[in-house]
């Protein structure tokens, strides 16, 4: 039976997970809403978060009738490094740096596969390719963010789709990547801390995508503007 104090983290943690698990409906309903206004690399995110919840349900679903359901998230790790990978390589210029994505996904997709079935098996996380996913597309996102700032334009950067998707993205791998690293070496109390971490993440990530959705096709304030506007109306600009 378990103690008071472990009882709490118990009923806190589900509360937490289903939060973040039902958060996905948010970044899909303002996505549904502005699709027409999304341009193609938005859309590859949209259709990521509804990859996220079709997988969840159909995770759940194995949870609940006790089945085996590792392999689900093992696979949502390797669709989802495809999915947001090729949303931010649609929007880098560099022919270099696109061919250098490509031979990248080809060794993420071979490495994958060598680790779901290989090297962590399909009863496992596999943490080589989590370690690995987490890289690459914190990575993309920095050439990403490099590209923006060598390509530096009149408008507010946190007006920009894409970069507020890409701060969600480095949040959320760069906070995530250890907690399933060490996901099958803990138990108890501390799988639960590690778990609510993830769920507390999976909540923002969703919450930056949505924000970003209902950015896309508004007007941008000039960035040049803000800097030299006076402090007051700099507040009522950012309202």
């Given at each position: ?80 490094a495809l999915?947001?990978?090729?949303a ?67 408008t ?13 993205v ?14 099958d ?46 402090p ?8």
């Amino acid at each position: 039976m378990p103690t008071p104090d472990f009882a709490w983290i118990l009923k806190f943690r589900t509360i937490l997970t289903y939060t973040g698990e039902l958060s996905l409906l948010l970044p899909i309903w303002v996505g549904y809403q502005r699709w027409f206004v999304l341009q193609k690399h938005h859309k590859v995110v949209l259709w990521c978060c509804v990859m996220w919840a079709i997988l969840t349900i159909v995770g759940e679903i194995l949870f609940a009738l006790k089945r085996h359901n590792l392999f689900v998230w093992n696979i949502v790790t390797i669709l989802e490094a495809l999915f947001l990978g090729y949303a931010f390589y649609l929007v880098l210029r560099s022919q270099k740096i696109r061919r250098l994505l490509r031979v990248a996904a080809v060794v993420f997709l071979v490495t994958a596969l060598i680790d779901f079935f290989y090297l962590s098996g399909l009863g496992a996380t596999t943490v080589y390719t989590v370690a690995l996913e987490s890289v690459l597309l914190i990575a993309t996102v920095l050439l990403y963010f490099e590209q923006l700032l060598r390509e530096l334009r009149t408008t507010s950067l946190e007006q920009n789709p894409m970069f507020v998707i890409g701060i969600g993205v480095i949040t959320y791998f760069a906070g995530t990547v250890m907690v399933f690293l060490l996901q099958d070496s803990v138990s108890g109390v501390q799988e639960m801390i590690m778990m609510m971490v993830n769920s507390f993440l999976s909540l923002v990530l969703n919450a930056i995508i949505a924000r970003a959705f209902w950015l896309v096709g508004r007007v941008q304030p000039p960035a040049s503007a803000i800097a030299s506007a006076p402090p007051y109306a700099r507040r009522i600009t950012r309202r």
